[in-house]
C-alpha cells in the first residue's frame, strides 16, 4: 500500500518560488529564522509565541554549510536541511519553511518584507538581523525570552558525556 505524501511537506518553499508563495500567506506576516537541529520543547513554544505575533509564520533556515559557519561545532548541524525543514514544516503553527545559504537573512527579509521579525530572548532587538529595516518599513521586532532551559548544544553535550570514553 503507498500513502500520499504528507500535507506538511507542502510548506517546503524553496528561495526561488518564495515571491510566488508569499502572496498565498495571510498578513500579517512573522518571519523568524535559525539553525533549528535538534528541535526541542524551547523551539516549539518560540514559534508558537511567533506565530501569535501574526497570522502566517515563515521560518527560514540556515543551510547545512551556513549552519557550520555558525562556530556551533564541527559536527553541526546533526540533521541536514531536508531533515530540518521537514520537521519545522510539520508543526502547526508554521506557514512556510524557506532557507538560505548566507551569513545571515537578510536578503531574505528583504525579499518577505514582513509586518513582525522575529528572534528568541538571547538577542537585543538593536542586534537583529533586519530590525532597521523592518521598523523603517512601519514593522514590529520582537526578541522573545526563553522559558525553558533548553538547548541543543546542551543536549549534545549531555549526550556525548554519556558516550564511553567521555564520562
Not at 35 to 40: L, P, Q, T
Not at 60 to 66: E, K, P, Q
Not at 72 to 86: C, M, V, Y
Request: include cysteine; hydrophobic fraction near 40%; proline fraction near 7%.
Amino acid at each position: 500500500m503507498s500513502y500520499p505524501t504528507p500535507l506538511f511537506e507542502q510548506k517546503l518553499c524553496p528561495p526561488d518560488e518564495l515571491i510566488a508563495r508569499l502572496s498565498g500567506l495571510s498578513r500579517p506576516l512573522v518571519f523568524t529564522n535559525g539553525a533549528f537541529d535538534i528541535i526541542h520543547r524551547g523551539h516549539v513554544t518560540y514559534l508558537a509565541q511567533a506565530r501569535s505575533l501574526g497570522q502566517s509564520l515563515v521560518v527560514a533556515l540556515n543551510t547545512d554549510n551556513s549552519v557550520r559557519r555558525l562556530g556551533k561545532g564541527t559536527d553541526r548541524p546533526i540533521n541536514p536541511l531536508q531533515n530540518r525543514a521537514a520537521v519545522i514544516a510539520a508543526l502547526e503553527c508554521v506557514s512556510l519553511v524557506t532557507w538560505f545559504d548566507a551569513d545571515t537573512p537578510a536578503e531574505l527579509i528583504e525579499l518577505v518584507k514582513p509586518e513582525v521579525l522575529v528572534k528568541g530572548g538571547d538577542w537585543q532587538i538593536e542586534q537583529i538581523v533586519g530590525s532597521n529595516e523592518t521598523l523603517a518599513r512601519g514593522g514590529a521586532v520582537h526578541s522573545i525570552p526563553f522559558l525553558f532551559d533548553t538547548s541543543t548544544t546542551a543536549t549534545l553535550k549531555k549526550i556525548r558525556a554519556s558516550e564511553p570514553g567521555h564520562g
